[in-house]
Structures are given as structure tokens and as C-alpha cells.
């Protein structure tokens, strides 16, 4: 009878075991019906079994408060909070997306294992304004007591081409300060490695880069050269070629500002124009001059791109000067010993052929009680015309012989109106600038000169 009894019990256990497990079963499943499964964390934060609400709540005040710990060489530095770093966002997005994904009839499988979580890493959780100012903040404080970073430099230093050696400080940058924490963050890490946001040398000796431009650089620190100015060989050294040459990190450029002062100072010695001249005249001895439109300079539009080509060549140059403007002699000479002198003063006007006079005339030049002196300056014939008509504010005065000398209109040519020349005529009858010369005089002067030759006006 009890045996009877015992397996009667057995088979009623039988059943009801599987019963009661699945009574568990659709029990656990109802119960997480939109509550996170077993063992869930979030941000490292434990929200299993709770509705996104309370698991909202939880993580916010969490977040909030919890501490990271901010490390360097295994030494706690500083700490700093969620709210500190800026972790303030409303979650419940998040936590939706996450339960959504998760089956309630899965919950016994999370109670033995953890489920995976996949957070969009898109959706920030930082205030990137609080974290940033936070960042900058910190890395000013802690900078305060650390050695900067520096980078690898190529140098010329005595004419020498000189490598330093970048250093590896341990300055921390905000920027990558920033990046760090952001990371740790969204990986569920409340340490920060500081290390890793080191501000780091952005130049190495050991850059490709860096040893390309040394070899560059290498090639033209021994670049010289000369420079023929009509007979003068200006040498122009290595250390002031290097001087030259701007660098900048891995690469280098040659400044055409640098060369142009070069230039510049090769024109103050050499070049003639805008330059006052002491010139011997006829009738009054030596006599400054100021400078006119006649006289030559460096053309420096054309000649700091050669001298830049010839620099990059790594070749040391040897080349004649590149000018523009009148008066350039290899020989040195300036105005030359063929010319015309107009004489204010003595209201003469001489021709000179070879260093010898050739002819001379009286002249009216510009009347100085009007304003409209004849302005003095060392200029040169730069057009012949035959029959010009000569125009101003009030007139038009045809000419037989038109030689233009400066740049604002003022010139030789004959005056057939005027009833004679020298003397203090000029004072009440003189020109409105220009040189009026006696007709048959100009006739034989304008076939006598050529385009360009210098006029001397004083």
C-alpha cells in the first residue's frame, strides 16, 4: 500500500516540476516585460530588472556622482565627477533602444551570462561644452609643473646646418584630453590613462619627411656666388645665402623678402636711380643734381626668382645682375661723356660728343614766377618726333622737333614765337616747363642725338 503511495507521489511530482518550472519561466517573462534582463549594466551602472524610468533615474544620478580617476605613471592625479566632465544627458532613449532589443523569454540565459550591449556610440553622452572646458582647465593646472613638448629642428647657425632633437615632454593637450575621457566614457572605463593625451612632438628626427628636407637642406648649405654688377663681382656668401631660407617644421622655402633686402642694399651702393649725382658742368663747376626718371636699379621682379632657381639648384652661381630703368654701363660709367646740359641758371644748353663739346645755344626754360619752372633731375631723350602738336590746360602749340625727358610732359623743341633766349627772358616770358630752343639750334641738335641720350637739367 505505501508503495503504492510513494509512486503515486512521484508521478504527481513528476508533472508538477515541469509545471512549477514553467510557471517560473512565464512568471520571470511576465515580470520583464519591459524591464532590463538579469545582470544588464548600462555604463557600467546595474540596471537589471528595472523599467527604462527607474533605470533613467538611476544612471543620471549615478552618472552624475560617479568618480574618474585620472592616472599618470600609475599615480592617481586628480579625480573629477560625471558632472564635473559634463555627463548629464537624459538616457531614456538609450535605455529604450536597449530594452526594445532584449526578449523577456530570454531571461534565464542572462542570468548565467552577461548580456552584450551595443551602445551607439553616435548618440553622445558627454556635454562636449562642459567636457571641453573641463579639458582646457585641467590640462592649464596640471601644465603648470610639466615640461613641454618640442619639435625636431633644422637650423643654420654659423654656417653650419645644425639638427636638434625634438623632446618628449609630458604637457597634457586639451584636445586629446578631451578625446580620452570621451573614450573611456562610451567604453565603461573610469580610468584615464593621462599618458595618452601627452601633447606629442609633431616633428621627429626620425620623419621621413624631416630627413628629406635634411637632405635638401644639406645640399645647398654650401651654395655661394657672385654677382656682376657693371665692373663690380659682388660675392655673395654661403651665410647669407642660408640666411635666406626659412624653416618651417619638415619643409623650406626661400623668402623672396629676404633676397629682395639683399638686393636692396646692392641697389643703395651700386644702382643710380633716384639718386642726387655730382656733375661737373660747364659754367658753374661741380653741381648736385637731383634725381630724375634717368638711372638704372636691380630688377628684382626678375632677379630674386633667378637667384631663388639658382639657390635651389644647389649650385653656387655666377651671374651678371638683372636691371631695368636707363644709364646701365658694364663699364660703371653713369651718364657717360655723350649728353645734353641744360644750364637754369646761365639759361645755356650744351651738347657734349665723346667727353668733347659740340654745340651750345641759349634757351628759355620754364618760368619759375608762374610755377612752372623747369624741373631739375637727370633725365634722357626717350622719343624723337617730327611736327608734334604739344598740349596743356589752356593751349595747343605745334612743333617741328619734339624730344620728350621726363615723365609729366616737359621736353626740348623749337619755338619759332619766341624773340630771343638767355639772359632773364625765362623770368617773364619763360615756358610752362619745357626747354624752348632757338629753331635752327634744335634742327641740328635733334639730328645730332639719339633716343636715350641724358639730359642734365639744373
Not at 660709367?333 to 650744351?350: A, L, P, R
Amino acid at each position: 500500500m505505501r508503495t503504492q503511495q510513494t509512486q503515486k507521489s512521484k508521478r504527481i511530482w513528476l508533472w508538477l516540476i515541469p509545471v512549477l518550472l514553467i510557471v517560473i519561466y512565464v512568471g520571470g517573462a511576465l515580470h520583464y516585460q519591459h524591464r532590463f534582463l538579469p545582470k544588464t549594466e548600462v555604463f557600467g551602472i546595474k540596471v537589471a530588472g528595472k523599467t527604462t524610468d527607474q533605470a533613467a533615474s538611476i544612471l543620471d544620478k549615478n552618472i552624475k556622482t560617479t568618480k574618474y580617476i585620472f592616472k599618470d605613471n600609475g599615480k592617481t592625479v586628480i579625480t573629477a565627477t560625471g558632472a564635473e566632465i559634463g555627463i548629464s544627458r537624459n538616457f531614456k532613449k538609450i535605455l529604450t533602444n536597449i530594452e526594445t532589443s532584449q526578449s523577456a523569454w530570454s531571461w534565464p540565459v542572462h542570468i548565467f551570462t552577461k548580456p552584450s550591449i551595443s551602445l551607439n556610440k553616435a548618440t553622445a553622452i558627454i556635454d562636449s561644452t562642459t567636457l571641453n572646458q573641463f579639458s582646457r582647465q585641467t590640462a592649464a593646472t596640471l601644465n603648470k609643473t610639466r615640461t613641454a613638448s618640442h619639435d625636431a629642428q633644422l637650423a643654420f647657425k654659423n654656417g653650419k646646418l645644425v639638427t636638434t632633437k625634438e623632446v618628449n615632454g609630458n604637457q597634457i593637450s586639451a584636445a586629446k584630453l578631451a578625446t580620452v575621457i570621451k573614450h573611456n566614457v562610451l567604453s565603461d572605463q573610469n580610468t584615464v590613462a593621462l599618458k595618452k593625451a601627452y601633447d606629442q612632438p609633431k616633428v621627429t628626427t626620425s620623419m621621413k619627411t624631416f630627413k628629406q628636407l635634411k637632405t635638401k637642406l644639406d645640399s645647398i648649405s654650401q651654395v655661394s656666388g657672385v654677382l656682376k654688377i657693371q665692373k663690380h663681382n659682388v660675392k655673395i656668401t654661403k651665410n647669407e645665402v642660408q640666411g635666406w631660407i626659412d624653416i618651417n617644421g619638415t619643409s623650406m622655402a626661400i623668402s623672396k623678402e629676404k633676397v629682395g633686402k639683399t638686393l636692396d642694399k646692392l641697389d643703395n651702393k651700386y644702382a643710380t636711380y633716384n639718386k642726387t649725382r655730382h656733375f661737373k658742368s660747364t659754367a658753374r663747376g661741380t653741381v648736385d643734381v637731383p634725381a630724375g626718371i634717368y638711372g638704372w636699379s636691380i630688377n628684382q621682379t626678375k632677379e630674386i626668382p633667378a637667384l631663388i632657381s639658382a639657390v635651389k639648384a644647389g649650385k653656387s652661381f655666377n651671374k651678371t645682375v638683372i636691371t631695368k630703368g636707363t644709364g646701365y654701363h658694364e663699364d660703371g660709367t653713369d651718364i657717360g661723356n655723350t649728353y645734353i646740359e641744360v644750364d637754369k641758371q646761365n639759361q645755356m644748353e650744351y651738347y657734349y660728343k665723346d667727353g668733347k663739346l659740340s654745340m651750345s645755344s641759349a634757351v628759355v626754360t620754364g618760368n619759375p614766377t608762374k610755377g612752372k619752372a623747369t624741373p631739375p633731375g637727370i633725365y634722357d631723350i626717350w622719343s624723337k618726333q617730327r611736327n608734334a602738336t604739344l598740349r596743356g590746360e589752356n593751349y595747343a602749340t605745334k612743333v617741328s622737333y619734339w624730344m620728350p625727358i621726363d615723365d609729366t610732359g616737359v621736353g626740348l623743341h623749337d619755338s619759332p614765337w619766341q624773340p630771343q633766349y638767355g639772359g632773364d627772358w625765362y623770368l617773364t616770358h619763360g615756358s610752362h616747363g619745357c626747354v624752348n630752343n632757338p629753331p635752327t639750334f634744335i634742327a641740328k641738335l635733334y639730328d645730332a642725338v639719339s633716343v636715350g641720350t641724358p639730359v642734365i637739367v639744373f
